[in-house]
């Protein structure tokens, strides 16, 4: 819900801390500013500010609307990490440390900012030593295009969903840090004609029109996904005098935000991980292998803003995976604030994965790791087990890097694949009882080691004699050694947990017994006593 009127900007100013007061001096700063655009600076700018003064302006333009901020002049107190005097940008109302845009000190003057809504808040703040001139700075309205920074964001044409207004265009400058912008439509519905002549979003691969062009599109078919070569990406709106449509929503991602992944293994992390992650993100990172393959991934560690107190779910900031290359596949789990997932497969060779976080409350994030599952075929009979992997599936690695139980049970290439036919009482097998169940298992080793890095991958091959069923399990993908030790602390911690509630119910047994003790003692004697006064 959004503010209207100034009432409730008096409200939100004062919830949000927005007036200010040096301490010293009594000088009152900053303030809401609702108007379409304006100016404001620092006290007694362009005179020296005082000291120990601490004000916020709070930025409210109208809804479905950005603020552009710039600065015209800008000299505070220099350190290295801003510790003295500083001056900082929110994306919103909340001092969030995922809503903060930067903070500045010293001579170099801050680049302009468009904010992801319609609020912006800018906070100043002055020690009690050394004082400069300050900054000046204007802001402005800006309904239709504008330049937008961050890891992701939205694009939506005027007035969306409703009809786009005639005569309208709309410029949005891309430009983020990370690497280069890919660009997803979510809607698309603009007039339609021939060579797109009447209504259209173009696409340059670049900040300007002037940019080699990626694409111009209209009608009700929805554009390609489009990744620029550059850090900058430029997106163009036009409409003519007649006939309107619904618009477009679209998401651009940064490279940090924005990853496909095609090696066997990996590892990745959400945005400035172990630091908190911004706010208003949705970041997607794709996991696509070779066919016949299915992804599992670890959680090596999750921190993402609690689930809602009203319905238990995970409402805010949440991390999704999908069995599948879109968000339209099965979804294999939604998870949010400090869950342990256990480690989750894909049923098909594509994993999507989507970070989505709100405007406020941002946390540290996750770290995960994955590994694609070798397609394989075992089957068992009561005497030998059968072990056949496409050899296009390991098409880098020599026969001898795949074994049953030890290296001299290496694989033979038979026609398309790499086989394996063992006898039990060979390569290392055993013999176990498990639920009541007599099995033979082994051990099959596939060596992706480069060089110096060992990085092997185990499967338990299992097979149950009588039945003639076998099955396969993979023991270690990425980082074993990692994993076992995050593996380790969780069974430590569950270890002292036991530990205390195995001392807090002996304590309770030994206080039981002394109670239990006590009460037989004075029924005795209360027996003693009564038998007592009989003979008397």
Known sequence: MGCRGMGC????????????????????????????????????????????????????????SSVLLSFSHFELEYHAACAYDYLQVYNGAARDRGNLLGTFCGHSTPPPFASAWHVMAVVFRSDRHVAKRGFAAAYRKDACGGQLTGLSGE???????????????????????????TLVFADFQVEGGQGCGFDY???????????????????????????????????????????????????????????????????????????????????????????GYRIKIFFLDLELEARSSLTGGCDYDCLSAFDGGAENASLLGTWCGRDSPAPVTSRGHRLLLVLRTDRS?????????????????????????HIQIPVRALA???????????????????????????????????????????????????????????????????????????????IAGPGPHRLSQVENLVEAQQWEAGGVDAREARSQDTSDIVFISICILAGLLMVIAVVGLVLL
């Not at 994030?365 to 087990?385: E, I, Q």
């Not at 009541?436 to 990085?455: K, P």
């Open 9 to 64: 900007l008096a409200a939100l100013a004062l919830l949000c801390g927005v007036l200010g007061v040096a301490p010293s001096t009594g000088i009152k700063c900053g303030g809401v500013l609702s108007a379409p655009s304006g100016n404001f600076s620092s006290p007694n700018f362009p005179g020296p500010y005082p000291y120990e003064t601490e004000c916020t302006w709070l930025i409210v333009v109208a809804e479905g």
């Open 155 to 181: 694009i939506t044409s005027p007035r969306y969903p409703e009809s786009y207004p005639n005569d309208a265009e709309c410029r949005w400058s891309i430009g983020v840090a990370g690497g280069p912008v």
């Open 201 to 291: 979003v173009a696409l340059f691969d670049g900040p300007t029109a002037a940019a080699p062009r990626l694409g111009r599109y209209c009608g009700s078919t929805q554009p390609p996904r489009t990744v620029s070569s550059t850090q900058h990406l430029l997106v163009l709106f036009k409409s003519d005098f007649n006939i309107v449509g619904r618009g477009f929503k679209a998401h651009f991602y940064s490279g940090e935000c924005q990853e496909v992944y095609t090696a066997i293994k990996g590892n990745f992390s959400s945005p400035q991980y172990p630091n908190f992650y911004p706010n208003n993100l949705q970041c997607q990172w794709s996991i696509q292998l070779p066919p």
């Open 361 to 385: 409350t941002a946390k540290r994030g996750f770290s995960l790791a994955y590994v694609g599952v070798v397609p394989m075929n075992v089957s068992c009979t009561r005497t030998d087990f």
């Open 396 to 474: 880098q690695l020599e026969r001898n890097k795949i074994y049953l139980g030890m290296p001299s049970c290496a694989a033979h290439v038979v026609g398309s694949n790499f086989k394996i036919h063992t006898r039990f009482d060979t390569c290392g097998t055993e013999s176990q009882r498990r639920n009541n169940t007599n099995i033979i298992i082994s051990t099959l080793y596939i060596d992706f080691s480069v060089g110096d890095q060992e990085d092997v991958h185990r499967y338990e091959v299992q097979c149950e004699p009588k039945r003639k069923e076998a099955a396969v399990t993979l």
